[in-house]
């Protein structure tokens, strides 16, 4: 599973299906307490991982 910035830090997903001869493919978002892991990430000293978790942006710089 590879991480994606979105601007939204809710948690996402694909699902895709091919169904006689084409492909369809639907997009999930789903929320969840994000400040809850980002307190987690801050406290193990990962404020860039706090901040993706808040704002579905890695930090610049």
Sequence with gaps: MSHE???SPDARY???E???GS???E?????YDH???ALLAEKR????WAHAL???WMPRG
């Design 5 to 7: 910035e979105n601007g």
């Design 14 to 16: 694909a699902v895709v």
């Design 18 to 20: 091919k169904s006689d």
């Design 23 to 25: 492909w369809r493919c």
């Design 27 to 31: 997009l999930i978002s789903v929320p």
């Design 35 to 37: 400040e809850a892991m």
């Design 45 to 48: 000293d990962r404020p860039d």
């Design 54 to 56: 808040r704002t579905g």
